[in-house]
């Protein structure tokens, strides 16, 4: 068993960490496939089940409340019923309060629709808006965020690439949570990443580096991934890159040792891996969301990055190893450990 995971999840059990960034809804459609269309040449569904849940954002708050932590959440969504859903979702794990939404006429609410055959998934289609949001719109945004952040050890920021997320607004909370010692990790999208600047923590996927560094490196040695994290860091002034290799486990870099003080040179930044723990992989929708969540519960506890990425190995354990997006409660993620 990694350390005192026990422990661990004991002083997590007293985070309170500020959710920000994509709010969507998770439609999943199961069902049986055994036979092909005569009008095209793909599957018929019989449907058995229909299942709603809190995508994006919202997966990151019900992993911080099944791991044990006290989530507040800032959403963007649109007046509708699928608004009211995620709201209704979202009370239980807020302890009875419903998020703070901020409403926007202009834009549905993101809807992903995955439709399942057995347990493979066979076709997504999304509802979306991917605009910025207008400066007034934006604006109360971050009136919600000073509302809530000062009260808080910790903020994530899940970017999806939905319009929440501007350099404006990324640099204006860089500069608030600054201000109050509060660390920000970031789950990022895009190639732009001088945008989460002054972040404690981003943690890209492998296509994610990729895509942020513009070469194919996806599946390259360890050794190229972390010469390209080391230069993504040295140029865009990140702090800590918590890189998700799927089965290869995860690979921190760090400007400082994540066991402990000292400031380092971006271009030399300690290394450290973390085999993945998963037995089998059914499904890896919402990993990161859990390696977000458990980042920002640990640092919001004041715990280092390693016992982060000690209980985010173990936490996306558990749920790449369930059907559609998922979330690890302690019991599930000490019975992982335990395993080992």
Same mark, same amino acid.
């Given at each position: 068993?990694?350390?005192?995971?026990?422990? %661990? !999840?004991?002083? %997590?059990?007293?985070?309170?960490?500020?959710? =920000?960034?994509? !709010?969507?809804?998770?439609?999943?459609?199961?069902?049986?496939?055994?036979?092909?269309?005569?009008?095209?040449?793909?599957? %018929?569904?019989?449907?058995?089940?229909?299942?709603?849940?809190?995508?994006?954002?919202?997966?990151?708050?019900?992993? $911080?409340?099944?791991?044990?932590?006290?989530?507040?959440?800032?959403?963007?969504?649109?007046?509708?019923?699928?608004?009211?859903?995620?709201?209704?979702?979202?009370?239980?794990?807020?302890?009875?309060?419903?998020?703070? =939404?901020?409403?926007?006429?202009?834009?549905?609410?993101?809807?992903?629709?995955?439709?399942?055959?057995?347990?493979?998934? /066979?076709?997504?289609?999304? $509802?979306?808006?991917?605009?910025?949001?207008?400066?007034?719109?934006?604006?109360?945004?971050?009136?919600?965020?000073?509302?809530?952040?000062?009260?808080?050890?910790?903020?994530?920021?899940?970017?999806?690439?939905?319009?929440?997320?501007?350099?404006?607004?990324?640099?204006? $909370?860089?500069?608030?949570?600054?201000? =109050?010692?509060i660390p920000v990790v970031v789950d990022p999208k895009g190639d732009d990443y001088l945008t989460y600047a002054g972040a404690a923590l981003v943690t890209p996927n492998r296509q994610e580096l990729a895509l942020a560094v513009g070469?194919?490196?996806?599946?390259?040695?360890?050794?190229?991934? /972390?010469?390209?994290?080391?230069? $993504?860091m040295a140029r865009c002034r990140l702090k800590n890159l918590l890189v998700t290799r799927s089965e290869d486990g995860m690979t921190l870099l760090s400007q400082t040792d994540p066991a402990g003080p000292g400031p380092q040179d971006?271009?030399?930044?300690?290394?450290?891996?973390?085999?993945?723990?998963?037995?089998?992989?059914?499904?890896?929708?919402?990993?990161?969301?859990?390696?977000?969540?458990?980042?920002?519960?640990?640092l919001a506890s004041g715990l280092d990055l390693t016992a982060g990425a000690e209980l985010a190995t173990l936490a996306a354990a558990v749920v790449v190893g369930k059907v559609g997006t998922a979330t690890a409660s302690p019991g599930?993620?000490?019975?992982?450990?335990?395993?080992?």
């Amino acid at each position: 068993m990694p350390r005192d995971i026990g422990g %661990i !999840l004991k002083k %997590i059990s007293s985070a309170r960490v500020l959710c =920000l960034g994509d !709010l969507m809804l998770d439609r999943y459609i199961y069902g049986q496939a055994t036979r092909l269309s005569p009008e095209a040449p793909v599957p %018929i569904l019989v449907v058995g089940r229909e299942a709603l849940m809190p995508g994006g954002l919202g997966n990151v708050v019900m992993n $911080l409340h099944s791991l044990g932590a006290s989530p507040l959440a800032v959403g963007l969504a649109g007046r509708d019923r699928e608004a009211e859903t995620l709201s209704e979702l979202l009370a239980g794990a807020l302890g009875g309060a419903a998020p703070r =939404l901020v409403m926007d006429e202009s834009r549905p609410t993101t809807v992903k629709t995955r439709v399942v055959a057995g347990i493979q998934q /066979v076709v997504r289609y999304d $509802l979306e808006s991917e605009s910025p949001m207008s400066e007034r719109t934006e604006e109360r945004y971050r009136l919600e965020i000073e509302r809530l952040l000062p009260g808080c050890g910790a903020a994530v920021v899940s970017d999806y690439g939905k319009g929440v997320v501007s350099r404006g607004l990324a640099r204006w $909370l860089m500069g608030r949570a600054d201000a =109050l010692g509060i660390p920000v990790v970031v789950d990022p999208k895009g190639d732009d990443y001088l945008t989460y600047a002054g972040a404690a923590l981003v943690t890209p996927n492998r296509q994610e580096l990729a895509l942020a560094v513009g070469k194919n490196i996806a599946r390259a040695s360890e050794e190229v991934l /972390v010469a390209a994290g080391r230069d $993504l860091m040295a140029r865009c002034r990140l702090k800590n890159l918590l890189v998700t290799r799927s089965e290869d486990g995860m690979t921190l870099l760090s400007q400082t040792d994540p066991a402990g003080p000292g400031p380092q040179d971006a271009a030399r930044a300690s290394v450290r891996h973390f085999p993945a723990k998963a037995r089998e992989v059914f499904d890896v929708s919402g990993a990161g969301d859990t390696v977000v969540a458990a980042m920002g519960a640990a640092l919001a506890s004041g715990l280092d990055l390693t016992a982060g990425a000690e209980l985010a190995t173990l936490a996306a354990a558990v749920v790449v190893g369930k059907v559609g997006t998922a979330t690890a409660s302690p019991g599930e993620i000490l019975a992982a450990a335990a395993a080992l």
